[in-house]
C-alpha cells in the first residue's frame, strides 16, 4: 500500500471519528448501546422565586401548552401535544455557538407543583428530571433535580461529566429566566 493509499485511509478515518464526535454531541447520533450504564444526579438546583405557585407553573408551561413566543422558538418546539404532556424538541448552543444539540424529550405536566422532563434522544442515552413547585412563604421555591444515565463503562462516564456540566448550567439559565418572568408577571401594576 503507497503512501497516498494510507493517508487517504487515515483521513477518511480521521473524518468518520470527527463525524461521530459531532453527531453525539448535537444528539444527530445517539448512542444507546445498554451495556455498562453507569448513572449521575443532576442537581440539584434551588431558586427561591417571588411570585405565586401558578403563576411559575404558567410560566414554565407557556413554551410548552400555550403559544410559544419568537425567542422561545429558538429553542423549544413542541412535537406532539396532548393535556398534560407534550413531546418536545430542545435546542441548545454547544461548542462555542458552533454547533445546536438537539434533544427530544417528553414533558409532563402535574398542576400545580410538578414538571417532569425525560429524555427521548439526545447526546446520552437517558435523563430523567423534575422541576417541583413548593409555596414558601408568599413566593415559590423551585428545585431542580435530575439524573443522567451513560452507557459505555468508565468512557461513557467521562463522557457523563462532561453532558452534565453543560446540562446544568442550561438548566440554571432557563431557571433564571423563569424567576425573571414569573417575578414580572407577579409584580402590581
Known amino acids: 500500500m503507497g503512501w497516498g493509499s494510507r493517508l487517504a485511509m487515515v483521513a477518511t478515518a480521521g473524518g468518520g471519528v470527527a463525524a461521530g464526535y459531532v453527531g453525539l454531541v448535537t444528539g444527530a447520533l445517539p448512542l444507546d448501546l445498554g451495556v455498562g450504564r453507569r448513572t449521575r444526579s443532576l442537581g440539584p438546583q434551588v431558586i427561591d422565586i417571588s411570585a405565586p405557585r401558578d403563576v411559575v407553573f404558567d410560566v414554565i408551561a407557556q413554551p410548552y401548552l400555550g403559544r410559544t413566543t419568537r425567542a422561545m422558538r429558538e429553542k423549544v ?27 427530544t424529550e417528553t414533558v409532563r405536566f402535574t398542576r400545580p407543583g410538578r414538571v417532569d422532563f425525560r429524555l427521548v434522544r439526545g447526546p446520552v442515552p437517558a435523563v430523567v428530571e423534575s422541576f417541583v413547585l413548593s409555596e414558601n412563604g408568599p413566593g415559590t421555591r423551585l428545585e431542580y433535580r435530575g439524573e443522567l444515565g451513560t452507557d459505555g463503562w468508565a468512557l461513557g462516564e467521562r463522557w457523563g461529566r462532561l453532558v452534565a456540566a453543560r446540562w446544568e448550567e442550561t438548566v440554571a439559565g432557563s431557571l433564571r429566566i423563569v424567576k425573571e418572568e414569573a417575578e414580572r408577571r407577579a409584580r402590581p401594576r
Not at 401535544?81 to 430542545?90: E, F, G, K
Open 77 to 103: 418546539q413542541v412535537l406532539e401535544r396532548a393535556a398534560d404532556m407534550v413531546l418536545a424538541a430542545h435546542f441548545t448552543p454547544v461548542a462555542g455557538g458552533r454547533l445546536t444539540a438537539t434533544t
